[in-house]
C-alpha cells in the first residue's frame, strides 16, 4: 500500500502554521488513545505477515512490540509506528525456506548492524533517490506474491515455495477447496471491504454504521470470522502460538555460501531501508513536523537487531500503523513506545484467544493487503510519466524470481530508459514558398542521432537559404562536427545557413562564428523571465520607454504563448489565490521569484515599508491597504496572510533617523511613515532576533522587528481577527535579506526568524510523482499531480512532491 503527503504551501514550513501544541496531560492522553488504535490494527495483521513468511506466529508479535518500544524511543520520526513489513514478507519467507528460521533471525542482526553503520555515516537520504516506479512495481509485486500464496491457505490448502509454483498449482486447489476455510475467508475479506462503507447505510442504520467504524477493518474481519467459526463449530486449522524457549531463541549462522548470505543481508537491509525512510518523510509531512533520517535508519537497525535476538520478523516502518497514529492525535514518540507495550500484553494475557483464529481468516487478511499493494492509481501515474516499463519489469520478475532480481533488472531498466530517451532525437525538414529550408531539431543531438542528421541535410539542395534551428537540448561533438562541416559546404557551394538555438532566447551562430541573441531589437539580451539577472544583459539606453517596450515584446514572442492557455483559465474562473501577500515597494523585492508563484496564485500587497497602518491612528490611518486586506480575507477568502520584510528598506531607515516626526508642514511620505512608530518602541522594548546569526545592524533589527509588529497590527483588523481566531486563517512573517538570497520565517513565540532550508529529499521525490489514486489509507493520491498547470510549471505548493511509501 502507498500513502501520498502533497506538500504544503510554503507557510507551512513555519511554525506558525504547526497545529498547536497542547499540555503535557493531553499530550499523553492523546498518545494513550491513539496507541489503542494502532494495537488494534498491528496484532492482526503481525499474526498475518507471520502467517505469510511461514515463521512462528510469536514472531510478527515480537516484531511489533519490538518495533514500538525500540524504534518509538530511539528513531528520528516522532509519530512513525514500525513492526513487520508487507514488503519484507516475500523476501523473510525464502530466507525460512533457503536457511531456516533461527538462522534468518541472524540475517535479521546482521541487517541491523549495518543499518546502524549506514546511519552512523549519514547516508539516509541517498534511499531516498530510488525510482518510485521502482519502488511502487516491486511493492506490487510482492504483493502479488503475497496474494497468491495466501489464496492457497483461504482454499484449505498449503502454498508452495514460490509463486510460479502456486499459480501452477492454483488449478488443482481451485478443483477441490476446503469449503469452512472459503467461508471463513469469504467472511474476512467481506467484512475487511464492507467495513469503512457501513456509515453510508441509510438512516439509523448508517449512524450505528459510523459508530462501528470507529473500530479498525482488520480487527472487526478477524473478530467476525472467529465468531462464525466457533459459533458453527468449522473444523479449521487454527493458528498456534509456539511457547518462547530461549534456547530456541538464539540465531544461528546460515549454512551456505558467504556471497548468497551477503546477497540476503544486503537486500533486508536495502528494502527495510527504503521502505522506512520514505515513510519517514511522508509521515513527517502528514503531521508537520520534521524528523532526523539519520537517527531513523538507527533506530530501524536497533530495532532489527533487537528483534532477531528475540526471534522476531525483520522490521521496518509503514504506513497503516503510522497512519492510524496521526489520524487518531498521536503527540509523541510515546504512541509507538504504548503500542508496542499492548502488543507485548496481547501476547502475553490473550494467547488462548488468539489460538482461536482460523488461519483462513488471516489469510484472508492478509490477501487483501497484498492486493491492495497493487494500486492502479499508481499504474496510472507511473504511465503518465512514462515510466511503465520500469514499473512492469520490476513487478514481474520480483513475482517470478524475488525481491533482489526484480530491483535490479527494474533499476537496469530505468538507466536503459534513461539513455534512450538521452539519445532520441527528430530532425524535421520544412520548404518554404520562398525556397528557404528550416531544419528543426528535436531532443539531444548526439553520436546516435548523427546518420539521421547527416541524412536530413544531404536531401537539402544547394545554394539554398538555411536555417537550422536546434531546441538547445545536448549537443556532443560528433553533432556539432557534423553540424559545421555540413555548414561550410554549404556556404561553399553559393547557400547560406544560420543556426538557431531556441531556448526561451535565441542564439545565432553566424557564418563567421559569432555568436549573437535572436530575439527582437532591441536593449534585452538576457531569456525570458530572466531581464532582472544582472545589468550585464541589458543595453542601458538613454530612452527608458524603449527599454521598456522591448520587454514586452521579449514576452509576448517568447513568455506569452506558454503561459496564455493558463492565463486564459484565470480570465474566465476569475482569482482564486490561497495567499495574501504584503510586502515592500522596493524594486529589487520579486515576490514571485522568492516564493517561486506564477499568476493567480498571490494576493498582492506592496506599499513603502510593508506597514499595515493601524486604524483610527490620529494622522496616519490609511483605507488603501486595510481595504485589500478586507478584499482578500471576505471576498477572495484567503487561507493565509504573509507580512515579508527586506533587507536595506529605505523606510526603515528613515524611521530610524526620525523623518516622520520633523518639524513643519509633514509630506504624503512623513504621514505615511508615522505608521511605523509602533515598530519603533518594540524595537526598544522586545527587539526581533535572528535563530542562527546575530542582526547586521539596527536598521536589520528594526526590519525584522517591523515584521512582528505589522502582524499585530493586522489583529486589529476585525475581518482578519475573526478568521484567525476561527482557525481560517494564519499570520506568516517573513523576511528576505538580499545580500545572501536567503528567506526567514519568523517563530512568533520566540520573536525569533529561522532560515529557510531547501528541502532536497522532497524534491528527489519530485521528479516521477506527486502520488496518485487514493490508497487503503484514505489520502488523496495523485491530487498533486493534477495540480500541474497547463503550461507545465509546477505551483509553488507542489515543488516538493511527497514520497510514496510502503505499508
Known sequence: MTLDISSAPIASDTTDHAPPTPGPRARWAHDLSASLVVVLIAVPFSLGIALATGAPLTAGLAAAAVGGIVVGLSGGTQLMVSGPSAALTVITAGLIAQYGWRATCAVTVAAGLLQLLLGARRVARTALAVSPAIVHGMLAGVGLTIAIAQLHVVLGGSPESSAIANLLALPGQLAGPHPPAVLAGTVTVAVLLGWPRLDRLPGRAGEFGARLTKVPGPL?????????????????????????????????????????????????????????????????????????????????????????????????????????????????????????????????????????????????????????????????NVHRHREFPVYLTTMLTVVAFGVLWGVGLGAATAVLLALYRLTRAHVDVETGPDGSVTVQTHGPLTFTAVPRLSRALAGIPVATEVTVVHDGSFLDHAAYETLHGWRTGHQAAGGRVSLVTRRQDDEVLDPDGTVRTGSSPGPHRCRAWTPWVGHRCIEQQEDPHSWLLDGVRVFQEHTAPLIRPELARLAREGQTPSQLFLTCSDSRMVTSMITNSGPGDLFAVRNVGNLVPAPFEPGAADDSVAAAVQYAVEVLEVRS????????????????EGVHERSGSPTPLTRWLRNGRGSLDRLRRVPAEFTDRPVVDLVEQLCITNVVQQLDQLMANPAVERRVEEGSLRLVGMYFDFATAQAYVLDRAAGTFSPVEARTEARTETRTEACAGAGPDGLPDGESAERVRKDGRVPASDSEEGPQLAA
Open 220 to 380: 472487526a474481519a478477524v473478530a467476525v470470522a472467529t465468531t462464525l467459526a466457533l459459533t458453527l463449530d468449522l473444523r479449521l486449522a487454527h493458528i498456534e502460538l509456539p511457547a518462547w524457549q530461549p534456547q530456541s531463541l538464539v540465531p544461528t549462522l546460515p549454512h551456505g555460501s558467504l556471497a548468497g548470505v551477503l546477497a540476503a543481508v544486503l537486500t533486508v537491509t536495502a528494502v527495510a531501508s527504503v521502505e522506512s525512510l520514505l515513510s519517514a518523510v511522508a509521515v513527517d509531512r502528514m503531521s508537520q513536523r520534521t524528523g532526523d533520517l539519520d537517527r531513523e535508519l538507527r533506530g530501524q537497525g536497533l530495532a532489527n537487531m533487537v528483534s532477531g535476538l528475540i526471534g522476531g520478523l525483520p522490521i521496518a516502518g509503514g504506513a497503516v500503523r503510522s497512519t492510524a497514529n496521526v489520524r487518531a492525535g498521536g503527540q509523541t514518540r510515546w504512541a509507538s513506545v504504548l503500542h508496542g507495550v499492548w502488543v507485548l500484553a496481547a501476547a502475553l494475557a490473550l494467547a488462548g484467544g488468539l489460538r482461536r483464529i482460523p488461519l483462513a481468516a488471516l489469510a484472508a487478511l492478509v490477501l487483501v493487503v497484498g492486493l491492495q499493494m497493487v494500486s492502479f492509481a499508481h499504474i496510472r
Open 641 to 656: 496572510i504573509t507580512v515579508c520584510g527586506h533587507s536595506g528598506c529605505g523606510a526603515m531607515k528613515a524611521l530610524l
